[in-house]
């Protein structure tokens, strides 16, 4: 049973508009949030995190929305770069047992 | 300069062959992790520990073990490998499970 799904394998955004990356999640005792993005050859590296009791969190570029009804989160990159292209995973975790949980990941694109 | 780091980069070996992949951090973190990343199935999570001698399993432990003896080593021990685990691992470690995890450069795994 996946507990975390991103359901877009891959997303194509021009260059200056925004992306949106999307993540569903089934299980309602998820406390935090983490995104995550990762290059070809390198280790994944943090970009941004919300806890469940929060419904946004901002940081520069990047805007986490999290609807705990619906259990959805996305991702908001604006204005989209190019190095902006890569793997963005998806991770959820409880306070409970400490096991983090990631998504299958979404290769975005950014065209020129 | 703050680190993960993995050794070795790139392995081959063979069925039933025992390995140890090293993980070492120097931020003096509570949280270490190894994941696995598989076409298809993004990041999985293995092992992890809360604090020295204090591990427990993720989501797939089955043909891995792993110890803490000190806070910054975590290695990964494969007694039996076999080529379905072959894959491109992951070690990674946090101040605790809920901030954001620093990676490894990865380790990639061949079992022939």
């Known amino acids: 049973d996946q507990q975390v799904k991103q359901n877009s394998p891959s997303l194509s955004v021009q260059e200056g508009r925004i992306s949106i990356l999307n993540c569903d999640y089934t299980n309602s005792m998820f406390d935090y949030f983490l995104w995550y993005k990762k290059y070809p050859a390198e280790g994944p590296t943090f970009l941004i995190s919300i806890s469940s009791i929060k419904d946004k969190n901002e940081d520069g570029r990047f805007t986490v929305f999290l609807n705990k009804s619906a259990k959805h989160l996305s991702l908001h990159i604006v204005p989209s770069q190019p190095g902006d292209s890569a793997v963005y995973f998806c991770?959820?975790?409880?306070?409970?047992?400490?096991?983090?949980?990631f998504g299958k990941g979404t290769r975005l694109h950014i065209l020129p | 300069e703050a680190q993960v780091t993995q050794n070795p980069r790139y392995l081959i070996t063979v069925t039933g062959k025992k390995l140890t992949v090293t993980c070492s951090q120097n931020?003096?973190?509570?949280?270490m992790s190894w994941y696995r990343q598989d076409p298809g199935l993004g990041l999985r999570q293995i092992y992890y520990s809360m604090n020295v001698e204090v591990t427990d399993k993720g989501d797939v432990p089955e043909g891995y073990k792993v110890s803490r003896k000190e806070k910054r080593n975590f290695p990964l021990i494969l007694e039996s490998p076999s080529p379905n685990q072959t894959s491109l691992y992951f070690c990674a470690s946090s101040p605790d499970s809920y901030n954001e995890q620093f990676f490894g450069p990865g380790t990639r795994l061949t079992v022939l």
């Open positions: 931020m003096n973190h509570e949280y």
């Open positions: 991770a959820a975790g409880t306070n409970r047992d400490d096991k983090i949980i």
